[in-house]
């Protein structure tokens, strides 16, 4: 069995509260949706450094079988030690397919300190979108990383805030959790989680694919309701006794170019055992492409 990335989309059945009689949820969602919508618009073309720093560990099922060849137990095994890369890529954001999607395309540059071929391209094992012929862009723009050398799959959030857009709110249910601080300003904190719709997280394993729904927040700066971070949780049982359980951040920033990922914080975990652990930084953003007005 390998380490492998789960993720989520996520909910909306408005309630009108208010948090210490500031601006009601409803207000909070608007901008949330406004900014969606503007990074659908911004992100096509958006290039950038990417570093991957991981740690992870693959482990197996350990099957003892009995009496005509009847299970008697599996036990799910990891290893003590984990294993570390780092990688270095330029990374970009492009739309594909019949029905312009937006994925994330990797080519490696540099591999534990290696020089890769110009021409080798690592592409995404996780991906966005809704249902319908986008399904088969994404297939042929998976690539086994296991090839890679990498511990499991290397996961896409970069896109992740165009699960709220105006369109796909109605998908979730919203309710205000604490405030929170994010970099020294003070944030206001939503809380959501996935009712209805197929769009979401999209992971890919040996060809094969499955949506996984979720849970999270939403971190909005107070002073502009501009949305700075999300975070992503969710569980796969996978047999009697053991559980996939995969969480990840995604802290956006401010650009020239609009919106974009600053650092992605990813983990899964088999039960309570860390298998995967991918770091995820950007910089030098750029555009792979000129905006055509």
């Not at 069995?1 to 909910?11: C, D, E, H, K, S």
């Not at 408005?14 to 601006?23: G, K, Y």
């Not at 996961?155 to 205000?176: A, H, K, N, V």
């Not at 970099?183 to 809380?191: E, N, P, T």
Request: aromatic residues 8%; charged residues 25%.
């Amino acid at each position: 069995m390998r380490a492998r990335a789960v993720f989520i989309a996520i909910l909306p059945a408005l309630s009108l509260a208010a948090q210490n009689n500031s601006a009601p949820l409803a207000e909070y969602l608007d901008a949330l949706a406004r900014t969606a919508a503007t990074f659908s618009v911004t992100a096509p073309g958006l290039a950038a450094d990417e570093t991957l720093d991981q740690r992870g560990r693959r482990g197996f099922m350990e099957i003892l079988r009995g009496k005509n060849n009847k299970v008697r137990s599996a036990d799910f095994k990891l290893p003590d030690e984990f294993r570390a890369h780092r990688v270095i890529s330029t990374w970009r954001l492009e739309e594909a397919g019949e029905g312009r999607v937006l994925h994330e395309v990797r080519t490696i540059v540099k591999m534990d300190g290696e020089d890769r071929a110009p021409d080798t391209e690592a592409r995404h094992a996780m991906t966005i979108g809704t249902r319908s012929t986008d399904d088969e862009t994404k297939r042929r723009l998976l690539e086994n990383l296991d090839q890679e050398q990498l511990e499991g799959a290397v996961t896409d959030f970069g896109q992740i805030i165009l699960l709220f857009t105006p369109r796909l709110l109605r998908d979730y249910e919203f309710s205000l959790g604490n405030p929170g601080t994010l970099d020294g300003a003070s944030a206001i904190v939503l809380r959501y989680l996935q009712t209805a719709g197929d769009q979401g997280l999209t992971f890919f394993e040996e060809r094969t694919e499955n949506r996984q729904p979720a849970a999270g927040e939403i971190w909005l700066r107070a002073s502009d309701l501009l949305p700075l971070r999300i975070t992503i949780a969710t569980e796969e049982p996978t047999a009697k006794k053991y559980t996939i359980r995969t969480e990840a951040t995604i802290d956006y920033r401010p650009s020239r170019f609009g919106l974009a990922p600053d650092h992605v914080i990813h983990r899964q975990f088999m039960n309570t055992s860390l298998m995967v652990e991918n770091d995820l930084h950007y910089a030098n953003f750029h555009r792979a492409h000129a905006m055509i007005p």
